[in-house]
């Protein structure tokens, strides 16, 4: 029974007071519970029996130093917050009030900003909530928030991909996928700004201009791919190959400054190039000139310093008779 103007009583009974406040909770004059909502029920679990004392199922968060619900109602002007101990990770809300002159004590309580975390854990759904708590709504607005900014962050995610992907372009050969000249000055102004050892081969292809003239276009194209994939094939990962002309390519090796292994890896690239590969019936055939300069054999090397070392060393190995390396050390051949 509650009590409205003039003294008139207004009865409600359970059915309609879990209806309206689906997390009461009625305590009888010794702070027992005499009745549950459905909502609050299901987040007490177990323990939410009639007669349970509310210091069992209840733990007070503020205000603090309190144990007893009639003393929480006085200190806090009705307001307070609660932990189930049931659930310690949730927090309530909720107000309070002492029903006619038995004693009898109300309790109405909410999830406050831990709905979305109670929603999700208890599975509550629309049906859980009073008609008029804009709970729901509420719940509704941060899935539509959570949607559009999951569909923002995916469309971020796109726009870096294509970001990325773009550059990747940039510094990609698109005929025999190797690196492009761009991307061999980077590599190259990166080491030498971080003065770090490297070896470099400077290839160019001989007879290349032959394949041209006599099988076309398409066959010296199909050459220069199979010499992107006889480069990569003799690479390590932290290697850059890269085409940096019509038929001339850098090799850039991190870390390798051993004569003998540059050498060694100039030999079998030669080797590769100079095997005839079949376009169309026909045998392509051309060599390999490669100039082989070291970082540390350089003053101070910058990416220049370097290229036009590898020009000498490439020249150097033309003028030898075609299809040889020879590696510039000290500035000399």
Request: glycine share 10%; with cysteine.
């Amino acid at each position: 029974m509650t009590q409205g103007p003039a003294g008139r009583e207004f009865p409600l009974g359970a059915d309609a007071l879990c209806r309206f406040m689906p997390m009461h909770l009625l305590l009888d004059p010794e702070e027992k519970v005499i009745s549950i909502g459905p909502t609050l029920r299901r987040v007490l679990g177990e323990a939410a029996v009639e007669g349970a004392s509310f210091d069992q199922l209840f733990e007070v968060r503020s205000p603090g130093g309190v144990t007893r619900v009639s003393e929480l109602i006085t200190r806090s002007a009705n307001r307070f917050r609660l932990s189930p101990r049931q659930a310690h990770n949730v927090s309530l809300r909720g107000l309070g009030q002492r029903l006619g002159a038995d004693g009898t004590l109300l309790l109405n309580l909410t999830f406050g900003i831990d709905l979305i975390a109670a929603v999700r854990e208890f599975s509550l759904t629309d049906t859980d909530f009073a008609a008029t708590d804009l709970a729901m709504e509420l719940l509704y607005l941060a899935e539509a928030n959570a949607a559009v900014t999951q569909e923002l962050r995916g469309l971020n995610l796109r726009l870096e991909g294509a970001r990325l992907a773009a550059e990747e372009e940039a510094l990609t050969d698109p005929l025999t996928g190797l690196r492009n000249r761009r991307a061999a000055d980077l590599v190259l102004e990166r080491l030498c700004k971080a003065r770090a050892p490297f070896g470099l081969m400077h290839l160019d292809l001989d007879y290349f201009k032959a394949v041209n003239d006599t099988l076309g276009h398409a066959a010296g194209d199909f050459v220069l791919e199979n010499v992107g994939r006889i480069l990569r094939e003799q690479i390590r990962a932290e290697d850059c190959a890269a085409r940096i002309g019509g038929d001339e390519f850098v090799i850039i090796l991190p870390g390798r400054t051993d004569a003998q292994i540059l050498r060694s890896i100039a030999a079998r690239i030669i080797a590769k190039v100079s095997e005839p590969a079949i376009f169309e019936g026909s045998p392509c055939r051309v060599s390999g000139s490669i100039g082989v300069v070291r970082s540390p054999d350089l003053d101070r090397p910058d990416a220049a310093q370097v290229m036009a070392a590898s020009d000498r060393a490439l020249y150097a190995a033309k003028h030898a008779g075609r299809g040889q390396a020879v590696l510039l050390a000290g500035g000399a051949d």
